[in-house]
């Protein structure tokens, strides 16, 4: 084991000033610490246990609050620390047995540093940081940089030897290391000039608000609301902006966006009290609209010989790329950079384009028609986003295909309407209303799933908090008709029935589906469900005994149902669950299947237990009782999300690994969807998460 303390981020740094005493690290004494005893926490490391040092005593004239110490270094945002209140971080190694941690490694042959004892090696350990690179943080192997420099400087030659001394003596006479305490201590938030305050709010909504929130209480990335922050302190907070973290969290200093005083005045933001977010103009998102090629220049045939239908785009959610890969050879055609935290694709009517949505709100085009596929548009049309959707009526009322898109926003709450062919973004509407039930003003309802109707000129937009079915008629879309349906709140993700009549969308929280007749622009019903439905867009198939259903999955419950979807042909079941299938385990978030598929294919990604993570299950049309089987289709990561292939013969499932971790960066796995064998591996992908065959998107087949 050669673990070390590491990015043992945020303590320490008084080393620097020990060697210009002309005190070598490793002659740094353990003294005994019964003066050391933290406000909230148990005596740590007892006197006397922690591994023998060479060389005199250093002992400081006062001795520090080691807690006060630790508190001041931000260890605990990085580290769990027995006995010191608050530490609890997971970005860097566990402290707990730091003592032995540190014998151990310096008896390995792998360890490099010039440590010659335990308190030297902890103090190299917080001096120079990069000397010598844990394999203990929770990911595996520490990242360079993490743990930052600047601690030399933050604090005290005194407080500095009662940290080495603390840790050295972990664990404690007993062996075993103690629990850390949960309370938090009193932390004010730094001072933060107002102009500093005033920019670095607007690069916290243009960065940070997708993942974060823009109230900053947690979505993809945690949350940093003041209580969370400032025990972390700003140096512990500044390093993770810089440097990034294993769980995805960005490199914003190393990649050139941040630079560290900017880290550090974030970090400093991030400890007041979140200021409300700001609105987004129409000449604000023109500020962002870029025409990279302009629709007169785009070629009027294909430029290669690729059979375009068949590409699929996959969702590279960390690198915030879009990946094109040809679904007959499995070849990445080309790499595309989009919107950070990159979230999904839908197509044109035609299909010829893909629009893309990040979770910043960066909305992209890609044209598979050139040489290359690549983007021609980009633009960003608020601070965070989920869903965007092409206009795709073609009929009696008008061709409309390939002409409007649209992008719906969690902030602000609002809907954008944009040319289909370049971007320009030319109406917003507010989502900003009141609860379907009580009538509440609500004053950020976020936009949740979008899609087109091949029926009418129609957008059905699904606004979460108030509970809204909005019928969006884009016949004029700088005058959009629409009608307002009540249905239930939290409205999340949906598909349509087979027929493209009606709508089936989760009311997630509700633990309901709604039904909305899109040909009569009604509410057709409300469906219960077991726990927290998440059906992506659904799978529609035809039961045996109760003809036509929709199915979904649950996030809460290990269960797949069928939901009756023919009212003339099956009146009885219709808006009934007809079949409640139980599955594996809960953490179902995508389900698919094809016409011309005998199975409807299920995954758990979300499911507490690894193994269940990585399972995907299939259940056989043809006796939908059970499922049929159920296998991991890799040694790590989670199985997550289907698409078919345009003839729908073979089915593509992402295995989402984590960026930080080579090798196992994610990949895909394509099986034969009669035989359930694997057929090929498109390696490497950096977290494929969804994935959407242009053919299956374009005509909403699932
Ligand atoms: Fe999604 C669809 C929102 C997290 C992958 N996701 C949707 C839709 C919404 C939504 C509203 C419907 C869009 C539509 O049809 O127009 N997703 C959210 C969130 O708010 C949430 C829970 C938290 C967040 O921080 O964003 C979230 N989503 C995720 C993920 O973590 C997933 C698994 C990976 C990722 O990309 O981050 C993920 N969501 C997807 C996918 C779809 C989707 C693949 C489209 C499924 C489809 O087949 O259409």
Redo the contacts with the bound molecule.
């Keep these: 084991m050669k673990d070390r303390l590491i990015p043992f981020a945020l303590a320490l740094a008084a080393l620097l000033l020990l060697a210009g005493c002309n005190q070598p690290p490793r002659v740094l004494i353990v003294t005994p610490i019964p003066t050391l005893v933290p406000v909230t926490a148990a005596t740590p490391g007892a006197v006397g246990t922690a591994p023998a040092s060479a060389g005199p005593a250093a002992v400081p004239a006062t001795a520090p609050d080691v807690a006060a110490a630790f508190q001041k270094g931000s260890c605990g945002a990085c580290h769990v620390i027995p006995g010191i209140a608050g530490a609890v971080g997971t970005i860097g190694p566990d402290l707990s047995r730091m003592g032995e941690v540190a014998q151990a490694t310096l008896n390995d042959r792998a360890y490099t540093g010039k440590a010659q004892d335990v308190p030297g090696y902890i103090r190299e350990a917080i001096v120079e940081p990069d000397a010598f690179v844990s394999s203990g943080c929770p990911g595996g192997v520490c990242q360079k940089g993490l743990m930052p420099a600047s601690l030399a400087q933050t604090l005290s030659d005194a407080e500095l030897a009662a940290l080495v001394n603390y840790l050295a003596g972990l664990p404690g006479s007993s062996g075993e290391a103690k629990t850390p305490q949960a309370t938090s201590l009193p932390v004010a938030a730094p001072v933060l000039a107002e102009d500093e305050f005033a920019s670095i709010k607007q690069v916290f909504f243009d960065r940070c608000a997708g993942c974060h929130g823009t109230l900053r209480k947690g ?2 990335g945690p949350a940093l609301t003041p209580e969370k922050t400032r025990p972390k302190g700003t140096a512990a907070l500044a390093a993770i902006i810089f440097n990034g973290t294993p769980r995805g969290m960005p490199d914003w200093g190393k990649q050139g966006v941040l630079t560290q005083a900017e880290a550090e005045t974030m970090a400093k933001f991030l400890q007041q009290e979140p200021p409300a977010p700001p609105e987004m103009s129409l000449a604000q998102m023109k500020e962002t609209w870029q025409v990279l090629i302009p629709p007169e220049k785009r070629p009027a045939a294909p430029q290669h010989r690729r059979d375009w239908q068949d590409f699929f785009t996959v ?1 590279l ?1 960390d690198a915030g790329q879009v990946a094109v890969v040809d679904g007959d050879t499995y070849e990445v055609v080309n790499t595309v950079n989009t919107g950070y ?1 990159v ?2 694709a839908r197509m044109s009517a035609t299909g010829r384009y893909v629009y893309v949505i990040g ?1 910043d709100g960066r909305a992209t085009i890609i044209d598979l028609w050139l040489a290359v596929p690549d983007k021609v548009a980009e633009v960003k049309t608020c601070y965070d986003a ?2 965007i ?1 092409s206009s795709k009526y073609n009929g009696p009322e008008g061709d409309f295909s390939d002409k409007y898109a649209i992008v ?1 926003c969690y902030w602000p709450p609002h809907f954008v309407i944009l040319d289909g062919l370049t971007l320009e973004p030319f109406k917003i509407v507010s989502t900003r209303s009141y609860t379907y039930d009580t009538e509440e003003y609500h004053p950020e309802p976020r936009v ?4 087109a109707s091949h029926f009418k000129p129609e957008w059905i937009v699904n606004v979460k908090e108030t509970g809204q079915v909005w019928l969006v008629n884009y016949t004029d879309p700088s005058a959009p008709a629409i009608k307002m349906l009540e249905a239930e709140r939290y409205l ?2 949906g598909g349509w029935d087979a027929t493209g009549r009606y709508f089936l969308v989760a009311a997630n929280q509700a633990n309901k589906v709604a039904v909305i007749d899109a040909q009569e622009g009604k509410l057709a019903a409300l469906v219960e469900t077991p726990k927290i439905p998440h059906p ?2 659904g799978a529609n198939w035809i039961d045996p005994q109760f003809g036509p259903v929709w199915s979904t999955a649950h996030l809460g419950d290990a269960s797949m149902v069928a939901i009756g979807t023919d009212p003339q042909g099956h009146p009885e079941q219709a808006w009934k669950v007809v079949r409640d299938i139980q599955l594996p385990g809960a953490g179902s ?2 389900i698919k299947t094809h016409p011309n598929s005998p199975w409807i294919w299920v995954d758990h990604p979300l499911n507490s237990d690894a193994q269940i993570q990585r399972t995907v299950c299939v259940i056989a049309k043809a006796d939908p009782t059970r499922t049929a089987k159920c296998w991991e289709i890799a040694d790590y990561g989670r199985a ?2 289907f698409e078919y292939n345009k003839e729908g013969t073979q089915v593509w499932v992402s295995v989402w690994g984590r960026a930080d971790q080579p090798g196992k960066t994610g990949e895909i796995v394509v099986y034969d969807d009669k035989t359930l064998t694997e057929v090929a591996r498109i390696p490497n992908l950096v977290t494929p ?2 994935k959407f065959n242009v053919y299956n998107t374009m005509k909403d087949i699932y």
């Excluded at 949740?448 to 899609?451: L, N, P, T, Y």
Aim: glycine share 12%; aromatic share 4%.
């Design positions: 979505a993809t969702i959610r935290a979230h999904i979770r989920r869903s959707e719906g949740a799933a979008i899609v999340h993700d992506g867009r978030l995508f997550v999300h998460t969804g």
